[in-house]
């Protein structure tokens, strides 16, 4: 895989050989997904929001309102865990211990801290829609002063990061290969079904093409 | 809705319109996943960490090998979030500030505690990997004793829950109609693509099908 741990804390424990630490790589699962779960603490008590993310070059952009708790009550920042994680498929074993999925995920730890300026915000939104929908930033009405005051967003830097992934076949103990049953990899992707234009739609318009990437082991 | 909320903590402050207490609702949300992201402290740091679970009745259970860094610090249970998303759909509005998700998630709150007893240890493995491939613990080789003993399994109850939702059309401005340009939810589902046998299967034995379940708006 190549790089090394970027910190003690980030270090994989388990299962080491499922460790990425190559950044082109990591950024690869980060620019993949668009849906991270957030975790932080609050009155003592961890909680994981699911909320939009976009990776811009160091950081990680949070769309912030379903965190808006945790804005509420703290300033300066907060100590967070960033997780983004894809699904591959299911890797069906001919034991039930050798079940698995295959997967890639990220974990960021660090501190995210609200984003106040203007433009920075302006280029955390316009990564959040394009990763929705590329090139959807110029295609619609940008925010008016009002919204972007609305819209909570932190920023993350990509200091402290480790991805895991698990790939391939089954890892079936050679005692197992006889037992009757279809073992491999159902692949498994998040895809688009026909779009649903929305009921106020007054003019014949193309919907936008989402495409997810191509699948994988 | 129906339903309340079960505790303050769970109760949904950012747009509760979208909240959802029915318990038969939150159980639906719970059963069609099986991979949730689990948040919890260490050393003073948040960290959330996606893994396989599963619901048996009033107690959701999880696959503690992902989690084990949690579990080797800390006997007795230790407070987590146990959150579970699945994603809907873009909702692609004519502004930038109406952009949405349409998803649904569930959010658990409370002590994750390590289960023991090797009959709801076998139970919450048998969970997992019926909800993968139903009836496939009937078709594959059972846990053997180490295996067992190998495989960490938490347990989480049902009693701080909440859900929340979100449906339907983008939320458009009556002032943004005219925008020209489409308007509407792609939907999105997590598909199954072409089973990829294991090299090592030796007989043609048929795969099993992985179904999700109906599109939703």
Known sequence: MGGRPSSERTRVRREPKRAVHDRDEINAILDEGFVCHL???????PFVIPTLYARIGDNVYVHGS???????????????????????????????????INYRSVVVLGRAAAVEERDEKLRALEAFSDRLVPGRWADVRQPTAKELKATAILRLPLDEVSAKRRTGPPND?????????WAGVIPLRLQAG???????????LDPPVWAPTAPRS
């Open 66 to 100: 379903a965190a808006s708790r945790m804005l509420r009550t703290l300033d300066g920042g907060v100590d967070a865990c960033l997780t983004v994680t894809l699904v591959d498929g299911l890797v069906l074993a001919r034991s039930i211990f050798n079940h698995s």
């Open 194 to 204: 026909e779009p649903w234009p929305d009921p106020r739609l007054t003019r014949d």
């Open 39 to 45: 975790g932080f603490l609050h009155d003592g008590q």
């Open 173 to 181: 103990y050679e005692s197992d290969l006889a037992v009757p049953v």
